[in-house]
């Protein structure tokens, strides 16, 4: 039985995808889930934020030469730019700091599949075997490595005993993308309150709809498959607002001209649902939105310096006054949507 695979995805950059997972990532495991993370994006800020810049120049460096797993997910995909298999994943531990607010979470409950700069090299050789997977003969190989971050993940997630893995994709809608997506069970979609969001939606909803059903092609195409292949749901679990700031040249009326459309884009784009009623705001659609995640501004280099979610910041890292209570709000408001989103896609908690 494969663990249940979730991403934050949109096509519009800039709307905190990696830091929603990351945030995320650390609540479930606070809250009792065993958690693998796994950077997909050839960017790897997800990597970035979870781990300092010693620790993973050194996996970098002895990813060059490691013989048996793979360091990093690049390194585990290698291979299949050759002519061997890929290499099972070595996770990484991420160990938790004290807390205020937050449970203090031991090595065995997060843990991560770092990502590469390289993977960008993986991307023709996706393209590639793309369309060879409607072929007529030698399949294994063309599905071996399209299902590719889906065995690693799978994999992964079987030895650490995940009740939940969270994937970092980047923003684009390339081969890399569309192999993370047929490993993705669960989509939630991050929106600003701004055009490009909304054009985002536009693109999202037929491009998930494309690729599922490209994916169910090729998955008919090979009758009797040799390894476990993903179904490639994507099913759409719902969006998650910014919070507006207050800008000169963008007040607040602004804001709700474009955050009010949201409901009725995101239930046509990704629902199919072209007849409503639509909720008139965010705020009234119960079914659809999740959370309008606040922005954190004053927390977040703290964060970033310390290492750790903004809601397991400490006065010891400067979280004292109006930051403090900042950072019990935080807890509380990732808490409530980290329920939210494990009863919507039925994660049951893990008994430690």
Not at 54 to 59: A, I
Not at 252 to 276: F, S, T
Not at 329 to 349: G, M, Q, W
Request: hydrophobic letters at 40%; aromatic letters at 8%.
């Amino acid at each position: 039985m494969s663990i249940p695979v979730l991403t934050f995805f949109n096509n519009k950059g800039g709307v905190g995808k990696t830091s929603l997972v990351y945030h995320l990532a650390w609540m479930l495991s606070d809250l009792g889930h065993r958690v693998l993370a796994c950077d997909l994006d050839p960017q790897a800020n997800l990597t970035a934020v979870f781990l300092d810049e010693s620790r993973l120049e050194n996996l970098w460096n002895e990813g060059d030469v490691s013989p048996k797993s793979g360091i990093t997910i690049f390194e585990c995909v290698k291979p299949l730019m050759q002519v061997a298999d890929l290499k099972p994943p070595r996770l990484q531990p991420i160990i938790a700091q004290p807390s205020l607010f937050g449970g203090d979470t031991g090595p065995n409950d997060l843990k991560l599949i770092p990502g590469d700069l390289a993977l960008a090299e993986f991307e023709d050789t996706l393209s590639a075997e793309w369309p060879i997977a409607l072929g007529s003969s030698n399949l294994y190989r063309p599905f071996r490595i399209l299902t590719a971050f889906s065995t690693i993940m799978q994999a992964g997630a079987s030895t650490m005993t995940a009740s939940i893995i969270l994937a970092d994709v980047g923003p684009n809608l390339g081969a890399i993308n569309r192999s993370a997506l047929i490993a993705i069970d669960y989509v939630v979609v991050p929106l600003g309150a701004d055009l490009f969001s909304l054009r985002g939606l536009r693109n999202l909803g037929p491009t998930l709809n494309r690729w599922r059903r490209d994916w169910r092609s090729r998955r008919g195409n090979w009758s009797s498959p040799e390894f476990a292949l993903p179904n490639g749901d994507m099913k759409p679990a719902g969006y998650i607002m910014q919070q507006h700031g207050i800008r000169l040249n963008r007040p607040v009326i602004a804001y709700d001209k474009w955050v009010n459309r949201m409901p009725a884009e995101y239930a046509r784009n990704l629902l199919g649902d072209n007849e409503g009623p639509y909720a008139e705001t965010p705020a009234d659609d119960e079914l659809h939105a999740l959370a309008t995640v606040k922005h954190y501004r004053s927390l977040v280099p703290m964060a970033q310096k310390a290492r750790k979610p903004i809601f397991h910041l400490t006065p010891a890292d400067g979280a004292i006054g109006s930051h403090a209570a900042a950072a019990s709000d935080a807890y509380k408001d990732f808490k409530v949507l980290a329920e939210k989103i494990t009863a919507r896609i039925n994660v049951p908690r893990t008994s430690l």
